[in-house]
T-cell receptor, first 116, second 112 residues
Framework: DGGITQSPKYLFRKEGQNVTLSCEQNLNHDAMYWYRQDPGQGLRLIYYSQIVNDFQKGDIAEGYSVSREKKESFPLTVTSAQKNPTAFYLC???????????????FGPGTRLTVT | DAKTTQPNSMESNEEEPVHLPCNHSTISGTDYIHWYRQLPSQGPEYVIHGLTSNVNNRMASLAIAEDRKSSTLILHRATLRDAAVYYCILRVIGTSYGKLTFGQGTILTVHP
C-alpha cells in the first residue's frame, strides 16, 4: 500500500536533547512538508521541500532542521533551541508544487513528541 | 492570505445530512476552496476542493456561493466515522509550494 510512514508514534525526550523524527513516503511525490500542531489548534508549517536536496523554511522554522537526501525521506530534527518542542508533528507529501494542476496533500499518522 | 471563518463546533445525528459552513469574504479570484478533515489523533485527510462550481465526490459535496464569499461542505448522511475536525482552507493553485494554512476548524460531533 502506498502511503506515508512516521515513526515513532510517541516520543519522549529530556529537555536539551536533539531528537529526529522520521518521515518516509512511497507515493513517488516530489514535495514533502512538516507541520506542527498544538492542542486545539490548526497545523502550522515548519519546513517544506519541493525536490531532493532542496528545502525551504515555513512559518515556524526556528529551532528545527531538515534534510532531503532522498526523494522518499524527509527527516525533521527538533533541536534544543526550540523553546516549546512538545507537540504533535505531522509529515505530508504531494506531487510537485510547481504544477498548475491541483494536487492534494497526503498526511502521515503523526508523531507525538513530549519533552520534559 | 485570505482568511476563512468557521463555527467552532457543530453537532449532528447519525444518518442525517450535515452542512458545515465556511465564510471567506476576502477570497480572491485565484483562490481555490479546499476542505480537509482530521480524525482524532490522526493526520488530516483531503475531502474536496472547488473554485466556482459546486462539486461532488464520494465523500461529500461542496456548495459554493455565487459571489464565492462563502461555501458549505455537505455530508449527505453522517456516520459516527465522520466525527472529526473539518478545515476550510483557501489556496492559490500554481503557487511556488503547496502550503496549507489551517485555522482552528469546526469540530463535528455525530450522535448515534
Amino acid at each position: 500500500d502506498g502511503g506515508i510512514t512516521q515513526s515513532p508514534k510517541y516520543l519522549f525526550r529530556k529537555e536539551g536533547q536533539n531528537v529526529t523524527l522520521s518521515c518516509e513516503q512511497n507515493l513517488n511525490h516530489d514535495a514533502m512538508y512538516w507541520y506542527r500542531q498544538d492542542p486545539g489548534q490548526g497545523l502550522r508549517l515548519i519546513y517544506y521541500s519541493q525536490i531532493v536536496n532542496d528545502f525551504q523554511k515555513g512559518d515556524i522554522a526556528e529551532g528545527y532542521s531538515v534534510s532531503r537526501e532522498k526523494k522518499e525521506s524527509f527527516p525533521l530534527t527538533v533541536t534544543s533551541a526550540q523553546k516549546n518542542p512538545t507537540a504533535f508533528y505531522l509529515c505530508a507529501s504531494s506531487t510537485s508544487g510547481l504544477s498548475l494542476v491541483y494536487y492534494e496533500q497526503y498526511f502521515g499518522p503523526g508523531t507525538r513528541l513530549t519533552v520534559t | 492570505d485570505a482568511k476563512t471563518t468557521q463555527p467552532n463546533s457543530m453537532e449532528s445525528n447519525e444518518e442525517e445530512p450535515v452542512h458545515l459552513p465556511c465564510n471567506h469574504s476576502t477570497i480572491s479570484g485565484t483562490d481555490y476552496i479546499h476542505w480537509y478533515r482530521q480524525l482524532p489523533s490522526q493526520g488530516p485527510e483531503y475531502v474536496i476542493h472547488g473554485l466556482t462550481s459546486n462539486v461532488n465526490n464520494r465523500m461529500a459535496s461542496l456548495a459554493i456561493a455565487e459571489d464565492r464569499k462563502s461555501s458549505t461542505l455537505i455530508l449527505h448522511r453522517a456516520t459516527l466515522r465522520d466525527a472529526a475536525v473539518y478545515y476550510c482552507i483557501l489556496r492559490v493553485i500554481g503557487t511556488s509550494y503547496g502550503k496549507l494554512t489551517f485555522g482552528q476548524g469546526t469540530i463535528l460531533t455525530v450522535h448515534p
